[in-house]
């Protein structure tokens, strides 16, 4: 086992807010490599980079996102990688699997452009842009507005 730390050998080593949640590089390197293969197999394009490449840049994306949601600025669960990830299906194992931190397609799936956020998030998100997805929120929070004023105006 390669110590972890100054002397670590792993090439892409978890970042200390991953570490500081007991997941060690490892198991860090396990998830990193299946967003990157799972993010590589949803690139179409012709020619696409290497798996190297994506593995970089997920990994550049986790140091860059500090441990906390993208969109929401709330902290990721880190810890959860220590976990299997429960299979899809089911309300109560959709919300499980919304805390896993989740590699999102930024800008589409055909470049690498990746930021991290909750399944959960990555999931409402879907193909939407950041922007879309702003204006969908915003939308879901007005409408909850007009409704409370309705109501109190009754
Ligand atoms: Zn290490």
Redesign the pocket.
Same mark, same amino acid.
Do not use: G
């Given at each position: 086992m &390669?110590q @972890?730390g100054e002397t @670590? $050998?792993?090439p892409y &080593? $978890?970042p200390a807010f991953v570490r500081a949640l007991k997941v060690p @590089?490892a198991r860090y390197g396990e998830w990193l490599e299946k967003q990157a293969q799972s993010c590589r197999l949803r690139d179409k394009r012709e020619g696409k980079p290497g798996i190297e490449e994506y593995r970089k840049r997920i990994h550049q994306a986790v140091l860059a996102s500090e441990g906390r949601d993208f969109y929401t600025g709330e902290p990721l669960e880190w810890n959860r990688l220590n976990h299997v990830l429960p299979l899809s299906g089911g309300r109560k194992r959709h919300l499980q699997r919304g805390h896993y931190p989740s590699v999102d397609h930024y800008t589409g799936t055909s470049c690498l452009d990746f930021r991290l956020c909750s399944a959960l998030v990555n999931h409402a998100k879907g193909p939407l842009s950041h922007q879309q997805f702003l204006e969908l929120c915003q939308k879901v929070v007005s409408q909850r507005q007009r409704r409370e004023a309705a109501k109190r105006a009754a």
């Open positions: &390669p @972890c @670590c $050998a792993h &080593p $978890a @590089c």
